[in-house]
Protein backbone atom coordinates (compact mmCIF):
# COMPACT_ATOMS: atom_id res chain seq x y z
CA UNK A 1 0.00 0.00 0.00
CA UNK A 2 0.84 3.38 -0.62
CA UNK A 3 1.19 6.69 1.53
CA UNK A 4 -2.24 7.44 0.69
CA UNK A 5 -5.60 6.42 2.44
CA UNK A 6 -8.08 6.24 0.60
CA UNK A 7 -8.12 5.88 -2.94
CA UNK A 8 -10.97 7.92 -5.26
CA UNK A 9 -12.27 5.58 -8.29
CA UNK A 10 -13.64 7.55 -11.04
CA UNK A 11 -15.17 5.33 -13.63
CA UNK A 12 -16.17 6.68 -16.42
CA UNK A 13 -17.75 6.31 -20.07
CA UNK A 14 -18.25 9.29 -22.25
CA UNK A 15 -19.03 11.67 -19.40
CA UNK A 16 -16.52 14.36 -20.11
CA UNK A 17 -19.23 17.29 -19.57
CA UNK A 18 -19.57 16.54 -15.99
CA UNK A 19 -15.66 15.55 -15.02
CA UNK A 20 -14.52 19.36 -14.92
CA UNK A 21 -17.28 19.33 -11.90
CA UNK A 22 -16.30 16.34 -10.14
CA UNK A 23 -12.98 17.55 -10.26
CA UNK A 24 -13.40 20.58 -8.89
CA UNK A 25 -15.20 19.07 -5.63
CA UNK A 26 -12.02 16.70 -5.35
CA UNK A 27 -9.78 19.78 -5.21
CA UNK A 28 -12.03 21.43 -2.79
CA UNK A 29 -11.45 18.31 0.11
CA UNK A 30 -10.54 19.07 3.11
CA UNK A 31 -8.59 15.95 3.42
CA UNK A 32 -4.75 16.92 2.12
CA UNK A 33 -3.86 15.51 -1.37
CA UNK A 34 -1.03 13.40 0.04
CA UNK A 35 -3.47 11.49 1.73
CA UNK A 36 -5.02 10.39 -1.27
CA UNK A 37 -5.25 8.99 -4.67
CA UNK A 38 -6.97 9.22 -7.85
CA UNK A 39 -7.86 6.37 -10.09
CA UNK A 40 -10.15 7.17 -13.59
CA UNK A 41 -10.81 4.35 -15.16
CA UNK A 42 -12.09 4.95 -18.58
CA UNK A 43 -14.24 2.13 -20.24
CA UNK A 44 -13.58 3.02 -23.81
CA UNK A 45 -14.76 6.58 -23.65
CA UNK A 46 -14.89 7.90 -27.73
CA UNK A 47 -14.07 11.48 -26.92
CA UNK A 48 -11.24 13.14 -24.87
CA UNK A 49 -11.52 11.68 -21.12
CA UNK A 50 -7.89 11.15 -21.00
CA UNK A 51 -6.70 14.54 -22.13
CA UNK A 52 -9.37 15.77 -19.53
CA UNK A 53 -7.86 14.10 -16.72
CA UNK A 54 -3.56 15.06 -18.13
CA UNK A 55 -4.80 18.53 -18.03
CA UNK A 56 -6.33 18.25 -14.84
CA UNK A 57 -3.18 16.60 -12.98
CA UNK A 58 -0.76 18.73 -14.94
CA UNK A 59 -2.65 21.80 -13.08
CA UNK A 60 -2.73 20.42 -9.54
CA UNK A 61 0.96 18.69 -9.64
CA UNK A 62 0.08 17.67 -5.50
CA UNK A 63 -2.43 15.20 -6.69
CA UNK A 64 -1.73 11.48 -6.86
CA UNK A 65 -3.41 10.11 -10.44
CA UNK A 66 -3.16 7.46 -12.46
CA UNK A 67 -5.08 7.15 -15.67
CA UNK A 68 -6.48 3.64 -16.38
CA UNK A 69 -7.87 2.08 -20.13
CA UNK A 70 -10.47 -0.94 -19.24
CA UNK A 71 -11.22 -2.49 -22.24
CA UNK A 72 -13.63 -4.94 -21.16
CA UNK A 73 -16.91 -2.94 -21.38
CA UNK A 74 -19.61 -2.52 -18.44
CA UNK A 75 -19.43 -0.75 -14.84
CA UNK A 76 -18.26 -3.77 -13.23
CA UNK A 77 -15.04 -4.78 -15.17
CA UNK A 78 -14.31 -0.90 -14.41
CA UNK A 79 -14.99 -0.83 -10.94
CA UNK A 80 -12.71 -4.48 -10.51
CA UNK A 81 -10.11 -3.10 -12.31
CA UNK A 82 -9.89 -0.05 -9.81
CA UNK A 83 -9.62 -2.80 -6.87
CA UNK A 84 -7.12 -4.11 -8.52
CA UNK A 85 -4.76 -1.09 -9.14
CA UNK A 86 -5.58 0.85 -5.75
CA UNK A 87 -2.91 1.16 -3.60
CA UNK A 88 -4.77 2.48 -0.43
CA UNK A 89 -6.29 0.42 2.10
CA UNK A 90 -9.34 2.12 1.61
CA UNK A 91 -11.34 2.47 -1.45
CA UNK A 92 -14.62 4.90 -2.44
CA UNK A 93 -16.42 4.61 -5.90
CA UNK A 94 -17.48 8.28 -7.49
CA UNK A 95 -19.93 8.13 -9.99
CA UNK A 96 -18.63 10.59 -13.14
CA UNK A 97 -22.07 12.50 -13.32
CA UNK A 98 -21.68 13.60 -9.40
CA UNK A 99 -19.65 15.78 -6.91
CA UNK A 100 -18.91 15.01 -3.32
CA UNK A 101 -19.06 17.84 -0.55
CA UNK A 102 -15.64 19.26 0.41
CA UNK A 103 -15.47 16.97 3.76
CA UNK A 104 -16.25 14.16 2.09
CA UNK A 105 -12.94 11.83 1.89
CA UNK A 106 -12.31 13.48 5.46
CA UNK A 107 -15.61 11.90 6.56
CA UNK A 108 -15.02 8.59 5.48
CA UNK A 109 -11.28 8.28 6.26
CA UNK A 110 -12.09 9.19 10.05
CA UNK A 111 -15.12 7.03 10.31
CA UNK A 112 -13.24 3.87 8.89
CA UNK A 113 -10.31 5.08 11.92
CA UNK A 114 -13.02 5.12 14.28
CA UNK A 115 -15.11 1.79 13.63
CA UNK A 116 -11.98 -0.77 12.97
CA UNK A 117 -14.96 -3.45 12.67
CA UNK A 118 -16.60 -1.84 9.75
CA UNK A 119 -16.19 -3.16 6.40
CA UNK A 120 -18.29 -0.50 4.10
CA UNK A 121 -19.53 2.81 4.80
CA UNK A 122 -22.30 4.64 2.74
CA UNK A 123 -24.28 8.01 2.89
CA UNK A 124 -26.58 10.28 1.59
CA UNK A 125 -26.99 10.99 -2.34
CA UNK A 126 -29.00 14.32 -2.89
CA UNK A 127 -30.30 15.21 -6.61
CA UNK A 128 -28.79 17.97 -8.71
CA UNK A 129 -31.31 19.40 -11.10
CA UNK A 130 -30.09 20.70 -14.08
CA UNK A 131 -32.99 22.29 -14.66
CA UNK A 132 -37.08 22.21 -13.37
CA UNK A 133 -38.17 19.12 -11.43
CA UNK A 134 -40.55 16.77 -13.55
CA UNK A 135 -44.63 16.97 -12.89
CA UNK A 136 -43.88 13.19 -11.61
CA UNK A 137 -40.91 14.18 -9.43
CA UNK A 138 -42.01 12.40 -5.83
CA UNK A 139 -39.79 10.60 -2.98
CA UNK A 140 -41.04 7.11 -3.96
CA UNK A 141 -39.19 7.51 -7.89
CA UNK A 142 -36.59 9.87 -6.53
CA UNK A 143 -34.43 6.70 -6.30
CA UNK A 144 -34.26 6.17 -10.10
CA UNK A 145 -32.16 9.53 -10.66
CA UNK A 146 -29.96 8.63 -7.36
CA UNK A 147 -31.55 9.75 -4.40
CA UNK A 148 -30.90 8.30 -0.74
CA UNK A 149 -31.30 9.32 2.92
CA UNK A 150 -31.69 7.49 5.62
CA UNK A 151 -31.72 10.82 7.95
CA UNK A 152 -29.38 12.77 9.71
CA UNK A 153 -28.15 10.23 12.55
CA UNK A 154 -25.73 7.49 11.68
CA UNK A 155 -26.25 3.78 12.21
CA UNK A 156 -25.37 0.32 11.61
CA UNK A 157 -27.26 -0.69 8.48
CA UNK A 158 -29.09 -3.87 8.00
CA UNK A 159 -31.64 -4.55 5.84
CA UNK A 160 -30.52 -1.84 3.40
CA UNK A 161 -27.40 -1.15 1.17
CA UNK A 162 -25.57 1.83 0.42
CA UNK A 163 -25.91 3.21 -3.26
CA UNK A 164 -23.10 3.11 -6.00
CA UNK A 165 -22.76 6.60 -6.16
CA UNK A 166 -21.85 6.90 -2.05
CA UNK A 167 -20.01 3.94 -1.01
CA UNK A 168 -16.84 3.22 0.31
CA UNK A 169 -14.91 0.00 1.33
CA UNK A 170 -11.60 -1.37 2.72
CA UNK A 171 -9.53 -2.22 0.02
CA UNK A 172 -8.91 -5.78 1.93
CA UNK A 173 -12.80 -6.63 2.05
CA UNK A 174 -12.60 -8.01 -1.72
CA UNK A 175 -10.15 -10.31 -0.64
CA UNK A 176 -13.17 -12.05 1.31
CA UNK A 177 -15.61 -11.63 -0.60
CA UNK A 178 -14.76 -11.39 -4.06
CA UNK A 179 -15.48 -8.67 -6.79
CA UNK A 180 -18.19 -7.01 -8.63
CA UNK A 181 -20.16 -9.48 -10.60
CA UNK A 182 -19.72 -8.61 -14.24
CA UNK A 183 -23.09 -10.14 -15.36
CA UNK A 184 -24.09 -7.64 -13.19
CA UNK A 185 -24.05 -4.02 -13.86
CA UNK A 186 -24.34 -1.22 -16.53
CA UNK A 187 -22.61 -1.31 -20.10
CA UNK A 188 -22.83 1.37 -22.23
CA UNK A 189 -26.18 1.61 -23.84
CA UNK A 190 -27.95 -0.31 -20.95
CA UNK A 191 -29.67 0.54 -17.64
CA UNK A 192 -28.88 -2.77 -16.17
CA UNK A 193 -27.80 -2.91 -12.56
CA UNK A 194 -27.96 -5.29 -9.14
CA UNK A 195 -24.19 -5.74 -8.75
CA UNK A 196 -24.57 -3.70 -5.76
CA UNK A 197 -26.98 -5.26 -4.26
CA UNK A 198 -24.86 -8.87 -5.14
CA UNK A 199 -22.22 -7.40 -3.53
CA UNK A 200 -23.96 -6.36 -0.42
CA UNK A 201 -25.78 -9.80 0.26
CA UNK A 202 -22.42 -11.13 -0.03
CA UNK A 203 -21.43 -8.76 2.62
CA UNK A 204 -23.65 -9.21 4.82
CA UNK A 205 -23.64 -13.27 4.40
CA UNK A 206 -20.17 -12.91 5.36
CA UNK A 207 -21.07 -10.88 8.56
CA UNK A 208 -19.07 -7.74 7.88
CA UNK A 209 -20.59 -4.34 9.22
CA UNK A 210 -21.84 -1.33 7.28
CA UNK A 211 -22.65 1.74 8.00
CA UNK A 212 -24.51 4.58 7.13
CA UNK A 213 -22.97 8.64 8.04
CA UNK A 214 -24.60 10.97 6.84
CA UNK A 215 -21.98 13.61 7.07
CA UNK A 216 -20.54 11.74 4.01
CA UNK A 217 -22.32 13.65 1.25
CA UNK A 218 -22.63 13.55 -2.82
CA UNK A 219 -24.89 15.04 -5.10
CA UNK A 220 -25.90 13.66 -8.14
CA UNK A 221 -26.44 15.63 -11.20
CA UNK A 222 -29.49 15.07 -13.13
CA UNK A 223 -29.97 16.47 -16.43
CA UNK A 224 -33.68 16.81 -18.28
CA UNK A 225 -32.91 14.04 -20.30
CA UNK A 226 -33.50 11.49 -17.48
CA UNK A 227 -36.43 13.15 -16.08
CA UNK A 228 -38.02 11.89 -19.54
CA UNK A 229 -41.04 8.96 -19.40
CA UNK A 230 -38.35 7.13 -21.95
CA UNK A 231 -35.78 7.36 -19.57
CA UNK A 232 -37.94 6.00 -16.27
CA UNK A 233 -39.18 3.46 -19.08
CA UNK A 234 -35.58 2.28 -19.70
CA UNK A 235 -34.39 2.45 -16.17
CA UNK A 236 -37.20 0.17 -14.81
CA UNK A 237 -37.40 -2.48 -16.71
CA UNK A 238 -33.45 -2.54 -16.82
CA UNK A 239 -34.13 -2.91 -12.77
CA UNK A 240 -36.43 -5.68 -13.77
CA UNK A 241 -33.92 -7.60 -15.51
CA UNK A 242 -31.21 -7.21 -13.60
CA UNK A 243 -33.04 -8.44 -10.24
CA UNK A 244 -33.87 -11.58 -12.69
CA UNK A 245 -30.75 -11.87 -13.15
CA UNK A 246 -29.64 -11.40 -9.64
CA UNK A 247 -32.52 -13.64 -8.36
CA UNK A 248 -31.98 -16.56 -10.80
CA UNK A 249 -28.03 -16.60 -10.17
CA UNK A 250 -28.98 -17.39 -6.57
CA UNK A 251 -31.49 -19.95 -7.18
CA UNK A 252 -35.28 -20.65 -8.73
CA UNK A 253 -36.56 -20.62 -5.19
CA UNK A 254 -35.36 -16.60 -4.49
CA UNK A 255 -36.52 -15.66 -8.26
CA UNK A 256 -40.31 -16.71 -6.59
CA UNK A 257 -39.69 -14.58 -3.56
CA UNK A 258 -38.75 -11.99 -5.61
CA UNK A 259 -41.95 -12.61 -7.77
CA UNK A 260 -43.86 -12.92 -4.79
CA UNK A 261 -42.33 -9.65 -3.09
CA UNK A 262 -42.95 -7.66 -6.57
CA UNK A 263 -47.06 -8.70 -5.92
CA UNK A 264 -46.30 -6.71 -2.40
CA UNK A 265 -44.88 -3.67 -4.11
CA UNK A 266 -48.17 -3.59 -6.96
CA UNK A 267 -50.11 -3.50 -3.42
CA UNK A 268 -48.46 -0.17 -2.37
CA UNK A 269 -48.21 1.03 -5.79
CA UNK A 270 -51.72 1.27 -5.72
CA UNK A 271 -52.14 2.34 -2.35
CA UNK A 272 -49.95 5.77 -3.40
CA UNK A 273 -51.61 6.30 -6.78
CA UNK A 274 -55.14 6.34 -4.55
CA UNK A 275 -53.13 8.99 -2.45
CA UNK A 276 -52.20 11.20 -4.97
CA UNK A 277 -55.16 11.14 -7.00
CA UNK A 278 -57.23 12.27 -3.50
CA UNK A 279 -54.56 15.15 -3.91
CA UNK A 280 -54.96 15.89 -7.36
CA UNK A 281 -51.55 14.92 -7.84
CA UNK A 282 -52.57 11.79 -11.02
CA UNK A 283 -49.41 12.57 -12.82
CA UNK A 284 -47.04 11.43 -9.38
CA UNK A 285 -49.28 8.56 -8.89
CA UNK A 286 -49.72 7.47 -12.86
CA UNK A 287 -45.53 7.28 -13.51
CA UNK A 288 -45.87 5.03 -9.94
CA UNK A 289 -47.51 2.82 -11.73
CA UNK A 290 -46.38 2.49 -15.47
CA UNK A 291 -43.15 2.00 -13.46
CA UNK A 292 -43.76 -0.67 -11.22
CA UNK A 293 -45.47 -2.48 -14.62
CA UNK A 294 -42.25 -1.70 -16.23
CA UNK A 295 -40.06 -3.20 -13.83
CA UNK A 296 -42.50 -6.27 -13.70
CA UNK A 297 -41.87 -6.84 -17.63
CA UNK A 298 -38.16 -6.80 -16.97
CA UNK A 299 -38.78 -9.14 -14.10
CA UNK A 300 -40.86 -11.55 -15.90
CA UNK A 301 -39.92 -11.59 -19.62
CA UNK A 302 -36.72 -11.87 -21.42
CA UNK A 303 -35.20 -9.19 -23.68
CA UNK A 304 -32.76 -9.91 -26.18
CA UNK A 305 -31.73 -12.91 -24.71
CA UNK A 306 -31.07 -10.95 -21.25
Not at 43 to 49: L, R
Not at 213 to 236: D, K, L, N, S
Not at 265 to 286: D, M, T
Request: glycine fraction near 8%.
Amino acid sequence: MSSAEISVAICTYNREKYLPQLFASIIAQTLPPQRFEILLIDNNSPGNTKELFDQFMLAHPSFTGRYFLETAQGLSHARNRSIKEAKARLITFLDDDAFIAPNYLETLVQQFQKFPECGAIGGPIHLHYEQLKPSWENPYLNSLLGYFDKGSRPFVLVNDYPRGSNMAFRTSLFEKIGLFNVTLGRIAGTLLGGEEKDLFNRIYQARIEVRYVPEAMVYHCVPPERTTCHFIQEQAVGTGISERRRSKHEGILAYLKRLIFEGVKWAGSIALWFLYALRGQVAKGNMILFFRFWVTRGLVFKYDGV
